[in-house]
């Protein structure tokens, strides 16, 4: 079972959502293989608004989480959709049950 569940929104800007779905897509390869702690790490397009995109991932810890978005390969993300991308939101979960 994984320590930490993200849950990540990611919002395209209007005729950007093919750019930014590329851009998502260049994550997860490296982030799977490369960032020590990710356990899973799943993109996802919502079926009723083509513009927004889901990342679900679960992480050992928020520290390797963390790690994760200081890499490379995430900070090229950050910069490749600078002003491409309407909004952003990231929910960090545990299990409640």
Not at 10 to 29: N, Q, S, W, Y
Request: with cysteine.
């Amino acid at each position: 079972m994984a320590d930490l569940t993200v849950v990540a929104k990611i919002t395209a800007k209007d005729g950007m959502a093919e750019f930014v779905h590329g851009e998502l897509r260049k994550l997860i390869e490296p982030t799977c293989t490369k960032d020590a702690g990710c356990i899973s790490y799943v993109l996802y397009r919502d079926l009723n608004n083509p513009l927004v995109y889901f990342f679900l991932e679960n992480w050992e810890s928020e520290e390797l989480l963390d790690r994760h978005l200081a890499s490379e390969h995430f900070q090229s993300f950050v910069k490749a959709t600078e002003g491409k991308v309407e909004q952003t939101e990231v929910h960090l979960l545990a299990e409640a049950g």
